[in-house]
């Protein structure tokens, strides 16, 4: 079966390489690497996951991380019956509130204002310092080295649209269409990852074939945090689920 994954904020397609088999499709996501066009129009969330849904293979496994798997959520939700499966690490359907989604949205645009103003390696240097994605520093060193060379290719505009157009506040919410998304689901998160863990079980409870697997030692990058765990996780789910 053909496996799709899409990467977080910041990251790139080949930041899945400890965990991905060679035959995996990690694509850069809008915004990453040279897929990163001035206009602002590409980067809303419908659109990039029609830009991902056209590269998908029939009946793939779809994985996505944060923000790729809020995008990977978009692209099930569109078509349903087109995604085989579905491995969501460290993920969110959005904000259900509408004032603290106006909220998270404005947040995001004063984030992407300063990405423009103060370049990429200085956002960088900051964003690794958010408690979030601090636990990071499990990461191998040689396997962080890689991330941060590709990380320093990103420009600044694309880094800054990505936040515009994808962020959690600009995504529509889309906790009331958990329960139309058919296929079978993994939800995982790290044990560290408080706030990501309870919307992984408020999820789970949403959509009607959906598992949980918790990687203990790991924050919120928990498939990188903890790869074997990670490979595991995904191993067994897929033994029983047949994909």
């Not at 602002?40 to 590269?55: Q, S, T, V």
């Not at 790729?68 to 499966?85: D, E, K, M, Q, W």
Request: with cysteine; charged share 25%.
């Amino acid at each position: 079966m053909a496996v799709l994954a899409l990467h977080g904020f910041t990251g790139a397609g080949d930041d899945f390489r400890p965990v991905a088999d060679p035959d995996w499709l990690t694509p850069d996501v809008i915004g990453h690497g040279a897929v990163a066009p001035r206009a602002l129009a590409p980067y809303a969330i419908d659109a990039e996951a029609a830009r991902i849904g056209a590269m998908a293979p029939p009946d793939a496994l779809l994985i996505g991380y944060s923000m790729g798997g809020r995008l990977a959520l978009t692209l099930a939700a569109r078509a349903p019956g087109v995604i085989r499966g579905l491995v969501l690490i460290g993920a969110t359907p959005g904000i259900e509130d509408a004032a603290a989604r106006a909220a998270r949205r404005a947040d995001d645009g004063a984030r992407a204002d300063r990405i423009e103003a103060i370049g990429v390696p200085a956002f960088l240097d900051a964003w690794q310092r958010v408690p979030i994605i601090a636990s990071q520093r499990r990461i191998p060193a040689d396997v962080r080295a890689a991330m941060r060379a590709r990380r320093l290719r990103h420009r600044p505009w694309g880094l800054a649209n990505s936040l515009r157009g994808m962020g959690a506040g600009a995504m529509p919410s889309l906790w009331h269409r958990l329960s139309a998304i058919p296929c079978p689901a993994l939800l995982v998160t790290g044990a560290e990852d408080e706030k990501f863990d309870g919307i992984a079980d408020a999820m789970a409870r949403a959509m009607p074939r959906a598992e949980r697997a918790v990687i203990g030692g790991a924050g919120h990058c928990a498939h990188l945090e903890r790869p074997d765990a990670f490979r595991r996780a995904l191993a067994d789910w897929r033994g029983r689920t047949g994909l």
